[in-house]
């Protein structure tokens, strides 16, 4: 370890002092990341070095427990940085992420590939049903066992080279993916000079074009793009050259040749996961990441998939026929594209439901919405309050925290809400933990939300559009599960669960967003104060799988893209992107060039950077779960406290400690079932 560090100095390398051990944001400067890295890295290698010379026989405690405490003041500085370049990163950041990615991947091999630390696990696992184990202890010994094995601890030595390689170059080209992404969507937002070419949007929605092109230094305004291939504003922009701008534009990303561009990324890092796979004794990339994941295979991927592909892109025919009556109806003559989906849709969604989506906006002002609605649902599901605690600084000037407190007034987290836009935060909308629950360290909790919702102008209200709403129902509902962690290793904290379960409790949380309680308490308009009129939520109900086919269809040849990148054997050679596109999707029926996917593949983030390559199929499986945890909420009587303590009980708080499976049926009291699905996607 570097004696040059000082701890005095560098606020990573002690525990922080604040409420939560909240990272002191004010007193980090740039110069001790990459110092607290270096230190984090050496630190932990030699506790492992500790275990693995350990002359005793191997032991849970003498092996899995110091595994555990291991590596606090890496975690502590990853957390910090990470959180940071996704969130406001700069020119610094985005060098330094650069420099760490082969770095932090081969430290976490060199722990993974440790031939001694293997054994030792294997050893300990050997003896696991030692009497007296308690459940959590037992599985954390599977789990350990189980992730080392498919890292490849068990290769010869120079296949562990091989792996090396391998783990180091992925993680190299998967951070540049990103960056090149987040460079090409900013390269690429619309410019319009003429007012008069935003006719549809919302005068908020003008002003913070405006406000964006201004920070730019440019004249006119700038609609900045969002994660998706669909803009929200297709819905209501009428000038349809500019909706094939917006469209165009977002389609385009990471395909123009340049230094942004994404394709060749894109073939390397699928071929080199396939080779690794095969390195591991995998078929596919898609075999060794199901393998550890519920779902196990990918043909059982393949199989729910397949059984909803072909009725969601029927639902979608059927979807565009009624577009087009209404484009014919009104004479205008022309054929629906891809950019008018979203426009005539609202147009079938006003004449049909008499639902307009901007008149709701009014009733969706952020504070409200968050305090009334998102923490509100909260309190009478889980008795926990929320107190805004100014006195504690984030990182950003926009990011507020709160302290989270039980019934009892016992102490639950942090949660940190960072919601508006800006060039140097990464698209989309995520949960993140700063600090993880653990009995075993005695760590509290820090959770955090980031939304990218356009600023208004100063002293203007921000003005939810639906789905954002929505989506801060859902990321919270992550916040939740991190919040509400009661386990004893921090490996099994929060959120850590398999992907394909990850997104349950989240989706889960959506419900309350409609919910006729929670919905009279938040959505009120900002000028009048008066409760959304009770026909425009009887219709917004009404309409729930209106455009579900549309919807569904793009989801799910998103899912069945990732999954053909990644079910490729080593000896497949791709060579270019479109075509394979163009054919794997026209192989599930998905190839309706007016129902784009929902990411292509140059700019599919969340395969290509990772998190979740060859698991994007993971939010309909989890739904399932979500659908039928609904059905029993309803069944229950919805909305009280003894229905959020038994989720709590048994599946939030629960995190990663027991197979999810299984605590869904202790949950539930049996199995999921897909009908409920079915049901609420119109898919039957
Ligand atoms: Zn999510």
Redesign the pocket.
């Known amino acids: 370890m570097a004696d040059s560090v000082n701890s005095s100095v560098n606020p990573f390398l002690a525990p922080s002092t604040l409420p939560y051990q909240l990272p002191p944001f004010a007193d980090i400067r740039d110069e001790h990341y990459r110092e607290a890295f270096d230190h984090g890295i050496a630190e932990q290698l030699a506790e492992i070095a500790l275990i693995v010379s350990n002359p005793d026989e191997p032991t849970f405690e003498n092996t899995l427990l110091p595994l555990e405490r291991s590596g606090t003041t890496l975690q502590r500085v990853a957390a910090v940085f990470f959180n940071k370049s996704s969130s406001d990163s700069n020119d610094f950041t985005n060098a330094l992420e650069e420099e760490l990615a082969p770095l932090l991947a081969a430290h976490e091999d060199a722990i993974r590939l440790d031939p001694g630390l293997y054994s030792r696990i294997a050893s300990v696992h050997e003896q696991r049903e030692e009497p007296g184990r308690d459940a959590e202890s037992l599985y954390l010994v599977e789990r350990y066992h189980t992730e080392f094995t498919l890292a490849g601890a068990g290769l010869s030595d120079a296949d562990k080279a091989t792996l090396r390689d391998y783990n180091k170059r992925l993680s190299t080209l998967t951070t540049r993916f990103e960056k090149n992404l987040l460079a090409d969507t900013n390269e690429l937002a619309v410019l319009v000079d003429d007012v008069a070419d935003l006719d549809g949007l919302a005068a908020g929605e003008i002003s913070a074009a405006a406000e964006a092109a201004k920070e730019r230094g440019l004249d006119g305004y700038l609609i900045g793009l969002v994660l998706p291939t669909s803009h929200p504003y297709l819905a209501s922009l009428t000038s349809r050259e500019v909706r094939e701008r917006l469209l165009s534009a977002s389609a385009a990303r990471g395909i123009r040749g340049g230094a942004h561009d994404n394709r060749d990324l894109v073939l390397e890092i699928s071929r080199l996961r396939a080779e690794r796979a095969r390195l591991l004794g995998f078929d596919s990339h898609a075999a060794f990441v199901t393998a550890d994941e519920t779902a196990k295979t990918p043909d059982a991927v393949a199989g729910m998939l397949g059984r909803l592909a072909p009725a969601a892109a029927r639902n979608a025919r059927v979807e565009q026929a009624e577009l087009q009556k209404i484009i014919d109806a009104s004479g205008a003559g022309f054929e629906l594209a891809a950019w008018d989906w979203a426009f005539y849709t609202e147009k079938v969604r006003q004449a049909t439901y008499d639902v307009d989506t901007s008149a709701m906006r009014p009733y969706f002002e952020l504070e409200r919405v968050l305090q009334d609605g998102v923490f509100h649902a909260a309190t009478r599901l889980y008795g926990v309050t929320f107190a805004p605690r100014p006195d504690l600084v984030a990182w950003h000037p926009d990011a507020r925290v709160f302290e989270v407190s039980n019934e009892d007034g016992s102490p639950v987290g942090l949660y940190i809400g960072d919601f508006y836009t800006r060039d140097s935060k990464r698209g989309g909308a995520w949960m993140n933990p700063l600090i993880s629950q653990s009995a075993l360290l005695e760590t509290p909790t820090v959770v955090c939300n980031n939304m990218n919702v356009a600023k208004p102008a100063a002293g203007e209200p921000t003005l939810l559009s639906f789905d954002e709403v929505n989506t801060l129902f859902?990321?919270f509902g992550?916040a939740l599960h991190g919040l509400f962690a009661q386990v004893t290793y921090p490996k099994f904290s929060g959120t850590n669960v398999y992907r394909d379960f990850v997104?349950f409790p989240?989706q889960v949380n959506e419900m309350w967003m409609l919910q006729p309680e929670v919905l009279a308490n938040y959505a009120r308009h900002h000028e009048t104060g008066e409760p959304m009129p009770q026909e425009l939520v009887d219709r917004i109900h009404a309409s729930a799988t209106f455009n579900e086919g549309f919807s569904t269809s793009e989801y799910l040849a998103a899912a069945l893209l990732d999954q053909a990148w990644h079910r490729i054997g080593a000896d497949t050679v791709v060579t270019d992107v479109a075509e394979f596109e163009a054919s794997a999707l026209a192989a599930v029926g998905l190839d309706n060039p007016l129902v784009p996917t929902r990411y292509a593949s140059t700019y599919f983030a969340h395969t290509f950077s990772g998190g979740y390559d060859a698991g994007y199929y993971s939010y309909i499986w989890s739904e399932v779960l979500d659908a039928d945890t609904v059905e029993w909420f309803t069944e229950n009587g919805g909305l009280t406290r003894e229905n959020g303590d038994r989720f709590r009980d048994r599946l939030l708080g629960v995190g990663g400690r027991m197979d999810p499976l299984e605590a869904y049926r202790d949950f539930r009291g049996r199995d999921a079932i897909i009908q409920p699905l079915l049901d609420r996607r119109g898919l039957n």
Do not use: D
């Open positions: 859902h990321e992550h997104e989240s």
